[in-house]
């Protein structure tokens, strides 16, 4: 697939898609065939001959003999290949290579098995996306790519197994080089910069060559939302200094890694008349706080293209915000474990979005969730699991993969909604993960219902020129009865009393009943409201990436137990509000 064209990918893809329930059979007969000497498989099927078995025959054994999975059941097998274990554990091929989930945030990483599978199929949704793009979005040949991507370091386990993200493995892979080799439009920055190790020289050095390529940049990416909005508020602050490498062919003593120097050095050349321009037009963005920063430095950029569902939805208002007019196009649905979806609709807004499912990256199940009149949001009644070919639209389902990399019938913990079907395989809405974030007793509460209730809290500051930065909770069940505090950073000044009025409107924006029972009833106290400092989610940030991780995979966790983050924002907190909106 590496040299398809456009036509040849979107021709492979609507052919799959159309065949989806037979390609996922085929899938499946395949990760089975391949690994079935693998400790985990033999458990369950034994020496079950799966070559030969009918379709039907193949699934029934599978899905009535091994059973569904969260990575705890998985996580023995996992320690035993990165502790050094060379016997076929998951798949029958050793795993030289394990990946940190995004959700490492919280504590003890969490290890993925990562395999060449993963950089191909990396590759192939990069390419056939770019495919549907360019058909309502036409680039032009040999333009460039404004990337905010980062590499972390890798290390290596006791037993010798390559550990770092799924997006560090990635840049490293010989799929990526070619891809950046042979792509209709490529990256403004060097490898050397992608995998400096140092997002802080890396984003100058992102930027910088952003400016340097102006005029030839079709579009701006990168993985999730938040390092775009990142990258660009360091931006306001570091535009002169950008200026004068541009204007004198030179790198900011800020940029000290050699091989980096060495790399942008390469590029640059004075450029004097270039640097007048951008510094009138951030002069001037600068009087306008900074709207439409992206069409005015980037003329030529036709969108912005980044994850932006689930927990990036909280950066679309800035994100809008610097990109005024362009469009805004959400990326692909995937996760450290797989792959899922491609987005056909580049027009479609992010909050609309849907996702078709690519049936020849992994084998999908999805269990069907009911939830219950009643209860609170995550109170779901499940049925059995259904083959890609049995799910309905609307209805809400849990995505369960068997892949090939050595996962099998897991939990992936999404929930999502059928929205219709493209051909023959389904088209889904990300609803929410189903993991509870907030609880105390019987309150039942989901990152969807936090930001849901932070955006009404937050509307109150629009009035004020106030911005909320970012935002995190912490269910306080260490003095009774406990509470939920809910942690912003906000950018202007807003007085008192209007935090207070945040602070209430969002204790009673919460609407599962289980919490409101519990206020009302006080055995679950009124909910705080702590304004931490300026910066604090950057440490926030600084800290994930210091135990490993790369930017372009941090995700602020929506509430956090982890005793480091909570100490910073404690240390950090500025001031304190109670909830009176449930006071007798």
């Known amino acids: 697939m590496s040299c398809w064209s456009g036509d040849d990918v979107i021709g ?10 037979a390609r996922q059979t085929e899938t499946l007969r395949r990760i089975l065939e391949r690994n079935r000497a693998a400790e985990y498989l033999r458990k369950w099927l034994g ?10 025959a193949l699934e029934s054994l599978f899905t009535s003999s091994v059973p569904l999975a969260s990575h705890a059941d998985l996580e023995p097998y996992i320690r035993r290949i990165a502790d050094g274990e060379t016997t076929p554990l998951l798949t029958q091929e050793p795993i030289t290579t394990l990946s940190l989930s995004s959700g490492t945030t919280e504590g003890r990483p969490k290890y993925v098995p990562f395999t060449r599978h993963s950089s191909e199929t990396t590759l192939q949704i990069f390419k056939l996306a770019a495919a549907y793009r360019s058909r309502v979005y036409p680039i032009r040949e040999k333009g460039r790519v404004l990337e905010f991507i980062y590499s972390s370091k890798r290390y290596k386990t006791k037993g010798g197994i390559t550990v770092g993200t799924a997006t560090t ?23 050397e910069v992608i995998s400096s190790g140092d997002y802080k020289q890396s984003t100058y050095c992102h930027l910088l060559l952003g400016i340097h390529h102006s005029d030839r940049v079709e579009y701006v990416t990168s993985t999730f939302a938040y390092s ?16 004068n490498d541009i204007r004198e062919g030179t790198l900011s003593s800020r940029v000290t890694i050699p091989d980096v120097r060495r790399a942008v050095l390469e590029v640059l050349r004075p450029n004097p008349g270039l640097a007048s321009r951008v510094e009138a037009k951030c002069q001037d963005l600068e009087r306008r706080d900074w709207v439409g920063l992206i069409p005015e430095l980037w003329p030529n950029a ?14 679309l208002s800035k994100l809008s915000h610097y990109a005024k007019n362009l469009a805004l196009i959400s990326a692909e649905y995937g996760s450290t474990e797989s792959w899922i979806g491609v987005n056909l609709e580049p027009c479609t807004p992010p909050d609309k979005v849907t ?28 049925d059995d699991p259904v083959p890609l070919s049995q799910v309905k639209i609307g209805q809400e ?6 892949t090939f990399t050595g996962l099998y019938r897991y939990r992936l913990g999404d929930v999502v909604e059928v929205a219709g079907f493209y051909r023959n395989t389904p088209k889904l809405s990300f609803i929410c993960r189903r993991k509870l974030i907030l609880t105390v007793n019987i309150d039942k509460n989901t990152e969807k219902d936090l930001q849901s209730v932070v955006a009404r809290g937050s509307q109150i500051l629009r009035s004020t020129g106030a911005e909320l930065v970012d935002f995190t909770s912490h269910a306080d069940v260490g003095k009774q009865p406990g509470h939920y505090i809910i942690y912003w950073e906000i950018e ?19 609407v599962d009943q289980g919490y409101v029972v519990s206020r009302k009833s006080n055995s679950i106290g009124p909910l705080e409201l702590c304004i931490v400092e300026k910066g604090t989610f950057k440490k926030i940030m600084e800290n994930f990436i210091a135990n490993g991780a790369a930017l372009s995979q941090f995700k602020t966790p929506r509430c956090t137990s982890n005793p480091v983050l909570l100490r910073i924002l404690n240390v950090c907190t500025i001031k304190r509000f109670h909830s009176t909106a449930y006071a007798s």
Do not use: N
């Open 12 to 21: 492979w893809f609507e052919a799959a898609a159309e065949a989806a329930a």
């Open 169 to 191: 493995h990635v840049y490293a892979s010989e799929e990526f080089k070619m891809k950046q080799q042979q792509t209709k439009s490529y990256t403004c920055s060097p490898q």
């Open 355 to 382: 996702f078709a499912v690519i049936p020849t990256f992994s084998y999908f199940e999805f269990i069907p969730l009911h939830r219950q009149s009643h209860g609170g949001p995550d109170d779901f009644v499940e």
């Open 492 to 510: 202007g000044e807003v007085e008192e009393g209007l935090l207070g009025e945040c602070c209430r409107e969002m204790d009673a924006a919460f």
């Open 302 to 315: 036709k969108y912005v293209y980044s994850i932006m569902t689930g927990s990036m939805q909280p950066y």
């Open 397 to 402: 389902y849990e995505i369960v993969l068997t």
């Open 47 to 56: 020496d079950a001959d799966v070559q030969h078995l009918e379709a039907s």
């Open 228 to 243: 775009i909005v990142q990258a660009f508020r360091s931006f306001q602050e570091v535009w002169r200094e950008i200026c």
